[in-house]
Protein backbone atom coordinates (compact mmCIF):
# COMPACT_ATOMS: atom_id res chain seq x y z
CA UNK A 1 0.00 0.00 0.00
CA UNK A 2 1.37 3.51 -1.04
CA UNK A 3 2.45 5.90 1.83
CA UNK A 4 0.47 8.73 1.61
CA UNK A 5 2.20 12.05 -0.02
CA UNK A 6 4.18 13.75 2.48
CA UNK A 7 2.84 17.27 3.66
CA UNK A 8 4.68 20.00 3.13
CA UNK A 9 3.42 22.45 5.61
CA UNK A 10 2.82 20.29 8.68
CA UNK A 11 0.86 22.10 11.41
CA UNK A 12 0.26 21.81 15.08
CA UNK A 13 -3.25 22.03 16.19
CA UNK A 14 -3.46 23.96 19.37
CA UNK A 15 -6.08 23.88 22.11
CA UNK A 16 -8.39 26.57 21.68
CA UNK A 17 -8.12 26.79 17.95
CA UNK A 18 -11.54 28.05 15.91
CA UNK A 19 -11.62 29.76 12.11
CA UNK A 20 -14.22 32.20 13.81
CA UNK A 21 -17.17 32.38 15.44
CA UNK A 22 -20.98 30.78 14.02
CA UNK A 23 -22.37 33.98 14.30
CA UNK A 24 -21.06 37.06 12.36
CA UNK A 25 -21.95 39.74 14.88
CA UNK A 26 -19.12 38.39 16.69
CA UNK A 27 -16.93 37.03 14.01
CA UNK A 28 -14.43 40.25 13.76
CA UNK A 29 -11.16 38.43 13.54
CA UNK A 30 -12.24 36.80 10.78
CA UNK A 31 -15.23 38.28 8.73
CA UNK A 32 -13.50 40.98 7.00
CA UNK A 33 -9.96 39.73 6.02
CA UNK A 34 -11.65 36.59 5.22
CA UNK A 35 -15.08 37.64 3.34
CA UNK A 36 -16.01 36.11 0.18
CA UNK A 37 -17.21 38.23 -2.64
CA UNK A 38 -20.15 36.31 -4.41
CA UNK A 39 -23.13 37.78 -6.44
CA UNK A 40 -25.41 38.48 -3.74
CA UNK A 41 -22.94 41.16 -1.98
CA UNK A 42 -23.20 43.08 -5.76
CA UNK A 43 -26.13 42.84 -5.18
CA UNK A 44 -26.51 44.34 -2.35
CA UNK A 45 -23.84 47.30 -3.01
CA UNK A 46 -25.40 48.22 -6.50
CA UNK A 47 -27.66 51.29 -6.45
CA UNK A 48 -29.46 50.17 -9.34
CA UNK A 49 -30.29 46.64 -8.13
CA UNK A 50 -33.76 46.33 -6.69
CA UNK A 51 -32.62 43.62 -4.24
CA UNK A 52 -33.59 44.92 -0.63
CA UNK A 53 -34.41 42.26 1.56
CA UNK A 54 -31.39 40.26 2.15
CA UNK A 55 -33.63 36.44 2.41
CA UNK A 56 -32.11 33.90 4.11
CA UNK A 57 -31.60 31.35 6.79
CA UNK A 58 -29.58 31.29 9.93
CA UNK A 59 -26.16 31.51 9.57
CA UNK A 60 -26.20 31.85 6.28
CA UNK A 61 -24.47 35.28 6.17
CA UNK A 62 -26.80 38.21 6.09
CA UNK A 63 -25.31 39.90 9.05
CA UNK A 64 -21.76 39.36 7.50
CA UNK A 65 -23.22 41.40 4.42
CA UNK A 66 -24.48 44.01 6.05
CA UNK A 67 -21.17 44.45 8.29
CA UNK A 68 -19.54 44.05 5.07
CA UNK A 69 -20.89 46.81 3.44
CA UNK A 70 -20.72 48.66 6.55
CA UNK A 71 -17.25 48.59 6.45
CA UNK A 72 -16.81 49.29 2.80
CA UNK A 73 -19.05 52.38 2.02
CA UNK A 74 -18.43 55.57 3.04
CA UNK A 75 -21.88 56.94 4.42
CA UNK A 76 -24.05 54.33 6.47
CA UNK A 77 -26.36 53.63 9.02
CA UNK A 78 -27.48 51.10 10.68
CA UNK A 79 -31.02 50.87 12.12
CA UNK A 80 -31.39 48.56 15.41
CA UNK A 81 -34.93 47.80 16.34
CA UNK A 82 -33.98 47.38 19.84
CA UNK A 83 -33.54 51.31 19.83
CA UNK A 84 -36.86 51.75 18.32
CA UNK A 85 -38.95 51.65 21.04
CA UNK A 86 -41.52 49.68 19.27
CA UNK A 87 -42.95 48.64 22.84
CA UNK A 88 -44.26 51.82 22.88
CA UNK A 89 -46.29 50.35 20.02
CA UNK A 90 -47.08 47.33 20.94
CA UNK A 91 -48.24 48.64 24.77
CA UNK A 92 -50.75 51.29 23.37
CA UNK A 93 -54.01 50.63 24.61
CA UNK A 94 -55.54 52.83 21.93
CA UNK A 95 -53.81 50.36 19.28
CA UNK A 96 -54.59 46.89 21.12
CA UNK A 97 -58.01 48.45 21.00
CA UNK A 98 -58.33 49.16 17.60
CA UNK A 99 -56.20 45.90 16.43
CA UNK A 100 -58.90 43.49 18.52
CA UNK A 101 -61.77 45.20 16.72
CA UNK A 102 -60.27 44.11 13.57
CA UNK A 103 -59.44 47.66 11.99
CA UNK A 104 -56.29 47.53 9.55
CA UNK A 105 -53.05 48.43 11.48
CA UNK A 106 -51.50 48.02 8.18
CA UNK A 107 -51.16 51.53 7.02
CA UNK A 108 -49.99 52.67 10.44
CA UNK A 109 -47.56 50.36 10.43
CA UNK A 110 -46.03 51.53 7.03
CA UNK A 111 -46.75 54.95 8.35
CA UNK A 112 -44.08 54.72 11.33
CA UNK A 113 -41.80 52.79 8.87
CA UNK A 114 -42.08 55.38 5.95
CA UNK A 115 -41.07 58.34 8.51
CA UNK A 116 -38.26 56.51 10.67
CA UNK A 117 -36.27 55.58 6.81
CA UNK A 118 -37.20 59.54 5.99
CA UNK A 119 -35.92 60.88 8.69
CA UNK A 120 -33.09 58.81 8.73
CA UNK A 121 -32.11 59.41 5.37
CA UNK A 122 -32.23 63.22 6.17
CA UNK A 123 -29.96 62.72 9.23
CA UNK A 124 -27.63 60.27 7.13
CA UNK A 125 -27.33 62.49 4.13
CA UNK A 126 -27.25 65.98 5.56
CA UNK A 127 -25.07 64.95 8.32
CA UNK A 128 -27.72 66.01 11.47
CA UNK A 129 -25.69 66.34 14.60
CA UNK A 130 -27.78 68.85 16.48
CA UNK A 131 -30.78 71.02 16.70
CA UNK A 132 -29.30 73.39 15.13
CA UNK A 133 -28.21 71.07 11.96
CA UNK A 134 -31.73 70.41 12.12
CA UNK A 135 -33.32 73.30 11.69
CA UNK A 136 -30.71 74.91 9.08
CA UNK A 137 -31.35 71.17 6.81
CA UNK A 138 -35.21 72.20 6.93
CA UNK A 139 -34.69 76.17 6.22
CA UNK A 140 -32.62 74.80 3.11
CA UNK A 141 -35.18 72.48 1.90
CA UNK A 142 -38.30 75.05 2.39
CA UNK A 143 -35.90 78.20 0.60
CA UNK A 144 -35.31 75.20 -2.05
CA UNK A 145 -39.13 74.75 -2.91
CA UNK A 146 -40.32 77.78 -1.71
CA UNK A 147 -42.31 78.60 -4.77
CA UNK A 148 -43.06 74.45 -5.77
CA UNK A 149 -46.74 74.49 -5.22
CA UNK A 150 -46.41 70.62 -5.67
CA UNK A 151 -44.22 70.11 -2.85
CA UNK A 152 -46.32 72.24 -0.24
CA UNK A 153 -47.72 69.13 1.04
CA UNK A 154 -44.22 67.54 1.63
CA UNK A 155 -42.79 70.79 3.06
CA UNK A 156 -45.33 70.72 5.59
CA UNK A 157 -44.63 67.63 7.07
CA UNK A 158 -40.76 68.45 7.09
CA UNK A 159 -42.01 71.89 9.15
CA UNK A 160 -43.60 69.56 11.69
CA UNK A 161 -40.48 67.68 12.22
CA UNK A 162 -38.09 70.45 11.86
CA UNK A 163 -36.68 70.05 15.07
CA UNK A 164 -36.31 66.77 15.46
CA UNK A 165 -34.11 65.24 12.71
CA UNK A 166 -31.78 64.63 15.15
CA UNK A 167 -33.41 63.54 18.20
CA UNK A 168 -33.32 59.64 18.71
CA UNK A 169 -35.50 57.51 16.74
CA UNK A 170 -37.59 56.29 19.92
CA UNK A 171 -38.82 59.46 20.37
CA UNK A 172 -39.59 60.47 17.01
CA UNK A 173 -41.95 56.95 16.93
CA UNK A 174 -43.57 57.77 19.96
CA UNK A 175 -44.08 61.64 19.15
CA UNK A 176 -45.48 59.94 15.82
CA UNK A 177 -47.48 57.30 17.84
CA UNK A 178 -48.68 59.32 20.61
CA UNK A 179 -50.32 61.84 17.42
CA UNK A 180 -52.11 59.20 16.17
CA UNK A 181 -53.46 58.03 19.59
CA UNK A 182 -54.52 61.28 20.19
CA UNK A 183 -56.66 61.61 17.42
CA UNK A 184 -58.29 58.39 17.79
CA UNK A 185 -59.34 59.34 21.44
CA UNK A 186 -60.76 62.39 20.18
CA UNK A 187 -63.08 60.04 18.00
CA UNK A 188 -63.72 56.79 20.13
CA UNK A 189 -62.44 58.16 23.83
CA UNK A 190 -65.05 56.14 25.84
CA UNK A 191 -65.14 52.97 23.72
CA UNK A 192 -61.37 52.86 24.84
CA UNK A 193 -61.95 53.57 28.54
CA UNK A 194 -64.43 50.64 28.42
CA UNK A 195 -61.58 48.70 26.98
CA UNK A 196 -59.11 49.38 29.48
CA UNK A 197 -61.45 48.39 32.14
CA UNK A 198 -61.14 44.77 30.97
CA UNK A 199 -64.40 42.63 30.78
CA UNK A 200 -63.50 41.59 26.83
CA UNK A 201 -65.74 44.38 26.30
CA UNK A 202 -64.37 44.20 22.50
CA UNK A 203 -65.56 40.28 22.44
CA UNK A 204 -69.47 41.72 23.72
CA UNK A 205 -69.66 44.30 20.93
CA UNK A 206 -71.64 43.33 17.76
CA UNK A 207 -70.17 43.16 14.29
CA UNK A 208 -72.27 46.35 13.24
CA UNK A 209 -70.72 47.88 15.95
CA UNK A 210 -67.33 46.82 15.25
CA UNK A 211 -67.64 47.79 11.47
CA UNK A 212 -68.69 51.11 12.84
CA UNK A 213 -65.77 51.87 14.69
CA UNK A 214 -63.46 51.14 11.63
CA UNK A 215 -65.04 53.13 9.29
CA UNK A 216 -64.54 55.98 11.65
CA UNK A 217 -60.95 55.17 12.74
CA UNK A 218 -60.41 54.52 8.52
CA UNK A 219 -59.85 58.92 8.39
CA UNK A 220 -57.55 58.86 11.06
CA UNK A 221 -55.16 55.71 10.12
CA UNK A 222 -55.97 56.29 6.07
CA UNK A 223 -53.90 56.42 3.14
CA UNK A 224 -53.68 60.36 3.43
CA UNK A 225 -50.65 60.33 6.17
CA UNK A 226 -48.71 57.61 3.41
CA UNK A 227 -49.69 59.99 0.58
CA UNK A 228 -47.94 63.14 2.97
CA UNK A 229 -44.59 60.80 3.51
CA UNK A 230 -45.05 59.62 -0.16
CA UNK A 231 -44.70 63.52 -1.02
CA UNK A 232 -41.45 63.69 1.17
CA UNK A 233 -39.83 60.80 -0.53
CA UNK A 234 -40.86 62.41 -3.95
CA UNK A 235 -38.88 65.48 -2.84
CA UNK A 236 -36.08 63.98 -1.23
CA UNK A 237 -35.73 61.91 -5.03
CA UNK A 238 -35.88 65.11 -6.41
CA UNK A 239 -33.36 66.95 -4.18
CA UNK A 240 -30.74 63.87 -4.98
CA UNK A 241 -31.46 64.30 -8.82
CA UNK A 242 -30.14 67.79 -8.44
CA UNK A 243 -27.16 67.56 -6.52
CA UNK A 244 -24.04 67.00 -8.15
CA UNK A 245 -20.97 65.13 -7.20
CA UNK A 246 -23.40 61.83 -6.31
CA UNK A 247 -23.13 60.09 -3.37
CA UNK A 248 -24.16 56.86 -2.25
CA UNK A 249 -25.96 56.23 1.26
CA UNK A 250 -27.07 52.80 2.53
CA UNK A 251 -29.51 52.38 5.81
CA UNK A 252 -29.07 48.66 7.40
CA UNK A 253 -31.35 47.23 8.88
CA UNK A 254 -30.81 43.88 11.13
CA UNK A 255 -31.74 41.84 14.23
CA UNK A 256 -35.16 41.33 13.20
CA UNK A 257 -35.77 38.16 14.21
CA UNK A 258 -35.06 38.95 17.60
CA UNK A 259 -37.53 39.88 20.49
CA UNK A 260 -37.67 43.93 19.93
CA UNK A 261 -41.26 44.13 20.12
CA UNK A 262 -43.87 41.67 20.96
CA UNK A 263 -44.37 38.92 18.77
CA UNK A 264 -48.44 39.99 18.45
CA UNK A 265 -47.15 42.80 16.56
CA UNK A 266 -43.88 42.04 14.84
CA UNK A 267 -44.17 39.98 12.29
CA UNK A 268 -47.13 42.67 11.26
CA UNK A 269 -44.60 45.29 11.84
CA UNK A 270 -41.76 43.48 9.59
CA UNK A 271 -44.79 43.12 6.72
CA UNK A 272 -45.36 47.64 7.21
CA UNK A 273 -41.40 47.40 6.73
CA UNK A 274 -41.06 45.57 3.52
CA UNK A 275 -43.80 47.04 2.20
CA UNK A 276 -42.37 50.34 2.65
CA UNK A 277 -39.51 49.69 0.91
CA UNK A 278 -40.38 50.23 -2.53
CA UNK A 279 -41.47 53.53 -2.28
CA UNK A 280 -37.66 54.14 -1.61
CA UNK A 281 -36.58 53.15 -4.94
CA UNK A 282 -37.04 56.75 -5.91
CA UNK A 283 -34.25 58.15 -3.79
CA UNK A 284 -31.78 56.88 -6.69
CA UNK A 285 -28.86 57.35 -4.41
CA UNK A 286 -30.15 55.72 -1.47
CA UNK A 287 -30.25 51.71 -1.13
CA UNK A 288 -32.16 50.32 1.98
CA UNK A 289 -31.06 46.75 2.96
CA UNK A 290 -32.71 44.65 5.53
CA UNK A 291 -31.68 41.15 6.63
CA UNK A 292 -34.80 38.89 7.34
CA UNK A 293 -34.59 35.06 8.49
CA UNK A 294 -36.32 32.76 5.87
CA UNK A 295 -38.56 31.56 8.68
CA UNK A 296 -39.38 34.88 10.34
CA UNK A 297 -40.78 35.72 6.46
CA UNK A 298 -42.58 32.64 6.57
CA UNK A 299 -44.23 33.99 9.91
CA UNK A 300 -45.27 36.74 8.05
CA UNK A 301 -47.01 35.10 5.11
CA UNK A 302 -48.93 33.54 7.74
CA UNK A 303 -49.83 36.30 10.00
CA UNK A 304 -51.21 37.77 6.93
CA UNK A 305 -54.75 37.80 6.04
CA UNK A 306 -54.45 40.48 2.82
CA UNK A 307 -53.97 37.84 0.32
CA UNK A 308 -52.00 40.61 -1.44
CA UNK A 309 -49.35 40.48 0.26
CA UNK A 310 -47.16 37.17 -1.56
CA UNK A 311 -43.80 36.58 -1.90
CA UNK A 312 -44.14 35.85 -5.30
CA UNK A 313 -44.94 39.48 -5.77
CA UNK A 314 -42.12 40.39 -3.82
CA UNK A 315 -39.27 38.88 -5.49
CA UNK A 316 -37.68 41.34 -7.51
CA UNK A 317 -36.63 42.97 -3.95
CA UNK A 318 -35.49 40.11 -2.59
CA UNK A 319 -32.03 39.09 -2.44
CA UNK A 320 -31.74 35.42 -1.99
CA UNK A 321 -28.29 33.56 -0.42
CA UNK A 322 -27.60 30.75 -2.07
CA UNK A 323 -23.40 28.81 -1.78
CA UNK A 324 -21.87 26.31 -4.07
CA UNK A 325 -19.26 24.01 -2.70
CA UNK A 326 -16.83 26.16 -4.46
CA UNK A 327 -17.23 29.37 -2.29
CA UNK A 328 -17.66 27.50 0.91
CA UNK A 329 -14.11 25.69 0.71
CA UNK A 330 -13.12 29.51 -0.86
CA UNK A 331 -14.20 30.49 2.72
CA UNK A 332 -13.27 27.83 4.83
CA UNK A 333 -9.11 27.98 3.09
CA UNK A 334 -9.04 31.83 3.59
CA UNK A 335 -10.00 31.13 7.26
CA UNK A 336 -7.68 28.25 7.55
CA UNK A 337 -5.07 30.48 6.26
CA UNK A 338 -5.88 33.58 8.69
CA UNK A 339 -5.60 30.76 11.87
CA UNK A 340 -2.17 30.46 11.36
CA UNK A 341 -0.42 32.92 8.91
CA UNK A 342 0.85 34.43 12.47
CA UNK A 343 2.54 31.00 13.42
CA UNK A 344 3.60 29.96 10.03
CA UNK A 345 5.20 32.34 7.27
CA UNK A 346 6.94 29.40 4.90
CA UNK A 347 3.49 29.07 2.65
CA UNK A 348 -0.04 29.41 2.94
CA UNK A 349 -2.19 26.97 5.36
CA UNK A 350 -5.28 25.80 3.91
CA UNK A 351 -8.10 23.35 4.23
CA UNK A 352 -6.57 20.65 2.61
CA UNK A 353 -3.10 20.62 4.65
CA UNK A 354 -5.13 20.00 8.08
CA UNK A 355 -7.84 17.70 6.76
CA UNK A 356 -5.73 15.01 4.43
CA UNK A 357 -7.71 11.86 4.85
CA UNK A 358 -10.12 10.53 3.08
CA UNK A 359 -13.25 10.03 5.37
CA UNK A 360 -15.81 6.91 4.35
CA UNK A 361 -13.72 6.71 1.19
CA UNK A 362 -14.78 10.53 0.06
CA UNK A 363 -13.05 13.75 0.21
CA UNK A 364 -12.75 15.51 3.44
CA UNK A 365 -14.42 18.64 2.51
CA UNK A 366 -16.69 16.72 0.33
CA UNK A 367 -17.80 14.43 3.31
CA UNK A 368 -18.22 17.56 6.04
CA UNK A 369 -20.21 19.82 3.14
CA UNK A 370 -22.93 16.84 2.56
CA UNK A 371 -23.39 16.89 5.99
CA UNK A 372 -24.52 21.07 6.02
CA UNK A 373 -27.30 22.86 4.34
CA UNK A 374 -24.85 24.61 2.47
CA UNK A 375 -24.17 27.63 4.37
CA UNK A 376 -21.00 29.24 6.27
CA UNK A 377 -22.49 29.09 9.99
CA UNK A 378 -22.50 24.90 9.74
CA UNK A 379 -19.05 24.33 7.82
CA UNK A 380 -17.30 26.94 10.53
CA UNK A 381 -18.75 24.71 13.04
CA UNK A 382 -17.91 21.84 11.78
CA UNK A 383 -14.52 22.56 11.24
CA UNK A 384 -14.27 24.08 14.65
CA UNK A 385 -15.98 21.11 15.86
CA UNK A 386 -12.98 18.97 14.05
CA UNK A 387 -9.96 21.50 15.35
CA UNK A 388 -11.46 20.67 19.17
CA UNK A 389 -10.61 17.15 18.91
CA UNK A 390 -7.58 17.52 17.52
CA UNK A 391 -5.67 19.23 20.28
CA UNK A 392 -2.07 18.68 20.30
CA UNK A 393 -2.30 16.87 16.41
CA UNK A 394 -0.74 17.55 13.23
CA UNK A 395 -3.98 16.91 11.83
CA UNK A 396 -7.53 15.91 11.57
CA UNK A 397 -7.84 12.32 11.12
CA UNK A 398 -10.56 10.51 9.80
CA UNK A 399 -11.46 8.93 12.62
CA UNK A 400 -11.20 12.46 14.87
CA UNK A 401 -13.72 13.72 12.14
CA UNK A 402 -15.80 11.37 12.78
CA UNK A 403 -16.19 11.88 16.41
CA UNK A 404 -16.39 15.54 15.95
CA UNK A 405 -19.58 14.89 13.13
CA UNK A 406 -21.03 13.31 16.50
CA UNK A 407 -21.08 16.42 18.18
CA UNK A 408 -22.00 19.02 15.21
CA UNK A 409 -24.95 16.63 14.47
CA UNK A 410 -26.33 17.03 17.75
CA UNK A 411 -25.75 20.73 17.81
CA UNK A 412 -27.31 21.15 14.42
CA UNK A 413 -30.39 19.25 15.50
CA UNK A 414 -31.32 21.57 18.53
CA UNK A 415 -30.22 24.53 16.28
CA UNK A 416 -32.79 23.26 13.85
CA UNK A 417 -35.48 23.66 16.30
CA UNK A 418 -34.48 26.70 17.91
CA UNK A 419 -34.28 28.06 14.22
CA UNK A 420 -38.13 27.41 12.96
CA UNK A 421 -40.30 26.78 16.00
CA UNK A 422 -41.44 29.79 15.27
CA UNK A 423 -42.90 29.46 12.07
CA UNK A 424 -43.72 25.84 12.55
CA UNK A 425 -44.31 25.60 16.74
CA UNK A 426 -44.39 21.64 16.35
CA UNK A 427 -41.62 21.19 14.75
CA UNK A 428 -39.64 20.13 17.71
CA UNK A 429 -41.76 17.28 18.06
CA UNK A 430 -41.09 16.01 14.45
CA UNK A 431 -37.07 16.39 14.68
CA UNK A 432 -36.65 14.49 17.87
CA UNK A 433 -39.61 12.77 18.81
CA UNK A 434 -40.68 11.49 15.01
CA UNK A 435 -37.26 11.56 13.40
CA UNK A 436 -35.64 10.04 16.59
CA UNK A 437 -37.35 7.37 16.04
CA UNK A 438 -36.81 6.27 12.64
CA UNK A 439 -34.29 3.37 12.16
CA UNK A 440 -33.32 4.06 9.00
CA UNK A 441 -32.31 7.08 6.95
CA UNK A 442 -33.76 6.54 3.68
CA UNK A 443 -37.29 4.77 3.67
CA UNK A 444 -40.54 4.55 1.34
CA UNK A 445 -43.34 7.76 2.02
CA UNK A 446 -45.51 4.65 3.75
CA UNK A 447 -42.89 3.91 6.17
CA UNK A 448 -41.51 6.91 7.13
CA UNK A 449 -45.32 7.94 7.86
CA UNK A 450 -46.73 4.54 9.10
CA UNK A 451 -50.93 5.13 9.61
CA UNK A 452 -50.91 4.28 13.24
CA UNK A 453 -48.29 5.98 14.13
CA UNK A 454 -49.81 9.43 12.41
CA UNK A 455 -53.27 8.75 13.92
CA UNK A 456 -50.83 8.91 17.20
CA UNK A 457 -48.94 11.83 16.42
CA UNK A 458 -52.41 13.29 15.15
CA UNK A 459 -54.58 13.07 18.38
CA UNK A 460 -51.49 13.79 20.77
CA UNK A 461 -51.24 16.77 18.74
CA UNK A 462 -54.81 17.82 18.52
CA UNK A 463 -54.76 17.24 22.50
CA UNK A 464 -52.84 20.27 22.97
CA UNK A 465 -53.42 23.88 22.93
CA UNK A 466 -52.61 25.55 19.41
CA UNK A 467 -49.30 27.61 19.93
CA UNK A 468 -49.57 30.45 17.03
CA UNK A 469 -50.10 29.69 13.49
CA UNK A 470 -49.39 26.60 13.49
CA UNK A 471 -49.99 24.53 10.30
CA UNK A 472 -49.44 21.08 11.75
CA UNK A 473 -52.14 21.16 14.61
CA UNK A 474 -54.88 22.64 12.04
CA UNK A 475 -53.81 19.48 10.04
CA UNK A 476 -54.15 17.20 13.08
CA UNK A 477 -57.64 18.88 13.71
CA UNK A 478 -58.70 17.30 10.36
CA UNK A 479 -56.73 14.34 10.37
CA UNK A 480 -58.42 13.40 13.70
CA UNK A 481 -62.09 13.88 12.02
CA UNK A 482 -61.79 12.70 8.28
CA UNK A 483 -58.34 10.46 8.30
CA UNK A 484 -56.48 10.99 5.12
CA UNK A 485 -52.70 11.17 3.83
CA UNK A 486 -53.21 14.91 4.18
CA UNK A 487 -51.18 14.62 7.94
CA UNK A 488 -48.64 12.39 6.61
CA UNK A 489 -47.76 14.55 4.06
CA UNK A 490 -48.19 17.91 5.69
CA UNK A 491 -44.96 15.96 8.42
CA UNK A 492 -43.42 15.65 5.10
CA UNK A 493 -43.56 19.39 4.07
CA UNK A 494 -42.44 20.94 7.46
CA UNK A 495 -39.82 18.67 8.02
CA UNK A 496 -38.44 18.75 3.95
CA UNK A 497 -38.72 22.56 4.36
CA UNK A 498 -36.92 23.04 7.53
CA UNK A 499 -34.29 21.09 5.96
CA UNK A 500 -34.62 18.36 7.85
CA UNK A 501 -35.12 15.52 5.07
CA UNK A 502 -34.66 14.93 1.21
CA UNK A 503 -37.69 13.62 -0.81
CA UNK A 504 -37.79 12.09 -4.17
CA UNK A 505 -40.80 12.53 -6.13
CA UNK A 506 -40.70 10.44 -8.75
CA UNK A 507 -38.25 6.77 -8.86
CA UNK A 508 -35.82 8.03 -11.24
CA UNK A 509 -35.54 11.82 -9.72
CA UNK A 510 -32.75 12.39 -7.14
CA UNK A 511 -33.84 14.06 -3.40
CA UNK A 512 -34.31 17.39 -3.24
CA UNK A 513 -33.71 19.39 -0.66
CA UNK A 514 -34.99 23.24 0.25
CA UNK A 515 -32.04 24.61 0.69
CA UNK A 516 -30.78 23.21 -3.20
CA UNK A 517 -34.01 23.16 -4.96
CA UNK A 518 -37.45 24.57 -4.44
CA UNK A 519 -38.00 25.84 -0.72
CA UNK A 520 -41.43 24.84 -0.36
CA UNK A 521 -43.05 21.50 -1.15
CA UNK A 522 -46.88 22.04 -0.63
CA UNK A 523 -48.40 19.08 0.09
CA UNK A 524 -50.55 19.04 -3.21
CA UNK A 525 -47.15 18.65 -4.36
CA UNK A 526 -46.62 14.65 -2.74
CA UNK A 527 -48.18 12.43 -4.67
CA UNK A 528 -49.38 9.02 -2.99
CA UNK A 529 -46.79 6.18 -4.79
CA UNK A 530 -43.56 6.57 -4.92
CA UNK A 531 -42.26 8.34 -2.35
CA UNK A 532 -38.91 8.25 -1.25
CA UNK A 533 -37.71 10.23 2.21
CA UNK A 534 -33.62 10.94 2.88
CA UNK A 535 -32.97 11.94 6.71
CA UNK A 536 -30.23 14.68 6.06
CA UNK A 537 -26.77 13.55 6.75
CA UNK A 538 -26.15 16.21 9.22
CA UNK A 539 -28.53 14.90 11.55
CA UNK A 540 -28.14 11.19 11.34
CA UNK A 541 -25.30 10.75 13.50
CA UNK A 542 -27.31 12.90 16.02
CA UNK A 543 -30.43 10.39 15.15
CA UNK A 544 -27.86 7.73 15.46
CA UNK A 545 -28.86 6.19 11.75
CA UNK A 546 -26.21 5.97 9.18
CA UNK A 547 -26.37 4.98 5.12
CA UNK A 548 -24.05 3.51 2.56
CA UNK A 549 -25.33 6.09 -0.02
CA UNK A 550 -22.98 8.24 -2.40
CA UNK A 551 -23.39 11.89 -2.97
CA UNK A 552 -26.06 12.60 -4.66
Not at 83 to 93: A, G
Not at 124 to 144: H, M, N, P, Q, Y
Not at 417 to 443: I, N
Not at 448 to 467: G, N, Q, T
Request: charge should be neutral; charged fraction near 30%.
Amino acid sequence: MAKPERRTNPVLLKPGMTIGAAAAEVDDDYLIPCFVQYPPVEQCLNMNSRGTVIDGRTGSGKTAILKYVAHSVEHSCEIDPFDMSMSYVSNSDVLSFLHAIGADLDLLFQVLWKHVLCIEFIRLRFSIKDETSSRGVFSWIADKFYHDARRNKAVAYLREWEGKYWITMDQNIKELTEKIENAVKAELGVEIEKFKLGGQYDKRLSVDKKSEFVHRVKKIISAEQLSELGAVIDLLSELEADATGHKHYYILIDRLDESWVDASVRFKLIRGLIESLKAFRKIRDLKILVAARSDVLERVVQETKDLTFQREKLEDYFVQLKWSKGLLKDLVDRRITQLFKKQYTQGQITFDDVFPHKVSGMAPFDYMIERTLMRPRDIIAFVNECLNESQGKYEVTATILKKAEAQYSSKRLTNLEQEWQSAFPSVGRLLTGFLGSKRKPLLPFEDFCPSKEMDDMALSIYSEAKRGFDPLHEAAEAHCFSPSLTFAKTVVSILYRVGAIGVKLETSAPHQYSYLNHPLLRVAQIPDENVSIRIHPMLQAALRVSETLKSE
